[in-house]
């Protein structure tokens, strides 16, 4: 890869976002980066900006806008050396906005996914708690019911993925994500996927990204063209 690749990967909670980001890591040498994943590791290593953030996760709020900003920004600028691909930020519009300030987005993925599927799958979403390793019951259970394939331990079923809370929270999502949709449209980059099925869609973010993102391959031919 030459130029820079940089991407964000939007959608509710449940729409696939971590599934499609693992198969573009793995298909496009992208580097996955999770804003869960960022939350989780400051949370781990007990950084000020850690602590901080637990105490909202616990209670299943967000994370305030100011400082998840200062949670991503940094490592994203740091990442000089490789194209990337953000699942679970920006949330809100103005993570978008900070994010806009940072670095130029090439590409913008939105999952439209329609309620009922969400509702359906995260009943079934079950989680690994220490690495953040997603299962479903259906489309990929673990090997051993109940257990994380790789170390063994225990899953567990996030509180706001139980039916009670799953409604408000999904609603409360279509809500802040509105001005973040209309602000990638109105930049040109936004493509959207709308189906109920992961593997139905990854065939056209798989071509998406294909015509997308430049190749050393593209740079040869070009270099060696007249
Ligand atoms: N960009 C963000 N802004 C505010 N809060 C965030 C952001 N990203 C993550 N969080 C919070 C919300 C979640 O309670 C927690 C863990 O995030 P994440 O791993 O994305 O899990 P999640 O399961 O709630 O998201 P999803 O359901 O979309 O997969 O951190
Ligand atoms: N049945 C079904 N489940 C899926 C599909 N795609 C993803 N999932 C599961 O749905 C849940 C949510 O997917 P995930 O990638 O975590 O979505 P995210 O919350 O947007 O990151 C997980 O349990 C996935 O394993 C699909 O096409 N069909």
Redo the contacts with the bound molecule.
């Keep these: 890869m030459s130029k820079l690749f940089r991407a964000v990967i939007l959608?509710?909670?449940?729409?696939g976002?971590?599934t499609i980001s693992e198969r573009v890591a793995s298909s496009f040498g992208l580097q996955h980066l999770?804003?869960?994943?960022f939350?989780?590791e400051n949370i781990a290593a007990k950084t000020e900006a850690g602590v901080l953030?637990k105490t909202?996760?616990e209670k299943?709020?967000?994370?305030?806008?100011h400082l998840?900003t200062r949670l991503?920004l940094p490592r994203l600028v740091e990442m000089t050396r490789h194209s990337w691909l953000l699942?679970?930020?920006?949330?809100?519009l103005a993570?978008a906005e900070a994010l806009n300030s940072a670095c130029e987005l090439d590409v913008v993925i939105s999952l439209n996914i329609p309620l009922e599927t969400l509702k359906d799958r995260?009943r079934h979403?079950w989680?690994h708690p220490a690495s953040?390793r997603?299962y479903n019951m259906r489309f990929n259970p673990p090997r051993v019911q109940g257990v994380d394939d790789i170390s063994g331990e225990p899953l567990i079923q996030?509180e706001?993925?139980k039916p009670e809370a799953l409604v408000a929270r999904l609603r409360h999502?279509k809500d802040v994500a509105k001005p973040v949709i209309d602000l990638y449209r109105a930049k040109g980059i936004l493509h959207m996927f709308s189906d109920t099925e992961t593997d139905r869609i990854w065939p056209y973010v798989s071509s998406l990204l294909s015509a997308k993102i430049p190749t050393d391959r593209a740079d040869a031919q070009r270099a060696t063209t007249p």
Excluded: C, N
């Design positions: 959608g509710p909670p449940g729409s976002k971590g999770s804003s869960g994943d939350l989780r953030a909202y996760i299943g709020a967000l994370v305030p806008d998840m991503v699942d679970g930020f920006p949330r809100t993570q995260l979403r989680i953040g997603v996030h706001d993925d999502y």
